[in-house]
């Protein structure tokens, strides 16, 4: 078997929304002629509810079940990569793609290295260049301030990860074989195990999905502002999110952090809140649809991408921004 192996996620049992990502960037690839089908295999201690209608798109769909890849293999490193490694081995893909995860963001480069071919990390997007036919990824450089593209070279089989968010997941369902690969063999010999996983509850919209977020940045001066942008969030039914230096700040949590290193967002709205728009913040902007602005500089970065803006400071803007919102709201 080539063509396009994807490594899935799951999620509360079934296969995750990031794998449709995933899935969506190998149907590009395969409509620009890579050919030989595509693969999805994903990994866990039990895999019983996952079915082919998870996998739209695909052909296959390979699970891996052991103890030892208990919640998807994104605790215990050794375990998923010895399966990656042993399932790549034996079907000889084309190209791999992983999300740049918890899990592929380890994963995809160890198994680089293991089978000791290029990976391209980061990517948000993949092409097949027309003429010579090899793929080619593009990635975010410079902290965002430039993209580039790169092409593999050689035979060799061509590992990407891809920045989650930027390809809207692949609709429909699968009805594509499964099939289980026994890896117990491999994975019975990893040297690390996943002792605890702790989930961290959160409340509301996943700032990923999102069709409104309201995002605060060191502007706002504190911690309190946020529960102002928290009510905001409320009555649009959105999520909060934040510039790297509110984070850093202690203000939030990192898990609101958006940007280069951390999350890439799609909203439909992005209201910026004293954030200057700092190429590493917009970095992870490049999916939302119309961004605006609050900040007290006119000359501020962020207006160069915002569609609306106001110049001015928040704390007089953003209450009576949100009464009317409210009352439009009903
Ligand atoms: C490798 C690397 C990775 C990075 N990754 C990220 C990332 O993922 N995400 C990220 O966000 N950053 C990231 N950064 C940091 C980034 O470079 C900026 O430092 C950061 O985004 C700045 O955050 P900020 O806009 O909140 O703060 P500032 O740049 O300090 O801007 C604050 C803004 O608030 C405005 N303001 C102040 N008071 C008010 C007021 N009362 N009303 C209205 N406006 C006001 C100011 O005019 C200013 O524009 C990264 C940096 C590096 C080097």
Redesign the pocket.
């Known amino acids: 078997m080539a063509g396009i192996l994807v490594f899935g996620e799951v999620q509360y049992g079934a296969i995750s929304a990031v794998s449709g990502e995933l899935l969506a960037a190998a149907g590009k690839l395969a409509d620009e002629g890579v050919d030989g089908g595509i693969s999805i295999a994903v990994m866990g201690d039990d895999l019983s509810g996952v079915t082919a209608a998870q996998a739209p798109g695909t052909d296959h769909v390979i699970t891996i079940s052991h103890p030892s890849l208990k919640d998807g293999g994104t605790g215990g490193y050794d375990a998923p990569l010895l399966a990656a490694a042993a399932l790549a081995e034996s079907i000889s893909p084309d190209v791999i793609l992983f999300a740049k995860s918890d899990f592929g963001a380890v994963v995809g480069p160890g198994l680089a290295f293991k089978l000791g071919v290029p990976v391209a990390q980061d990517c948000i997007d993949v092409a097949v260049e027309s003429g010579t036919g090899r793929v080619t990824v593009t990635r975010p450089v410079f902290?965002?301030n430039a993209l580039a593209v790169y092409g593999f070279d050689g035979d060799n089989v061509q590992i990407t990860t891809i920045r989650p968010g930027v390809f809207d997941p692949i609709e429909g369902e699968g009805s594509g074989l499964i099939e289980e690969f026994d890896a117990s063999g491999v994975v019975s010999g990893a040297r690390t195990t996943l002792v605890e996983t702790v989930v961290q509850e959160s409340e509301g919209v996943r700032l990923e999905d999102a069709d409104v977020i309201i995002s605060?940045?060191?502007?706002?001066?504190g911690p309190e502002p946020f529960e102002l942008l928290q009510e905001l969030a409320d009555i649009l039914g959105g999520a909060v999110g934040?510039?790297?230096?509110?984070?850093?700040a202690g203000w939030v949590d990192h898990s609101y952090?958006?940007?280069?290193?951390?999350?890439s967002v799609k909203p439909t709205v992005y209201l910026s809140?004293?954030?200057?728009?700092?190429?590493?913040?917009m970095?992870?902007l490049s999916g939302a649809r119309n961004i605006v602005a609050?900040?007290?500089?006119g000359d501020?970065?962020?207006f160069k991408s915002a569609r609306f803006g106001v110049i001015?400071?928040?704390?007089?803007?953003l209450p009576s921004f949100t009464a009317t919102v409210r009352d439009l709201a009903g």
């Open positions: 902290g965002g605060g940045g060191r502007g706002v001066g934040a510039s790297r230096a509110a984070c850093d952090q958006i940007g280069l290193t951390g999350k809140i004293g954030i200057s728009g700092a190429s590493q913040h970095a992870g609050i900040n007290k500089d501020a970065n962020i001015g400071d928040w704390a007089k803007v």
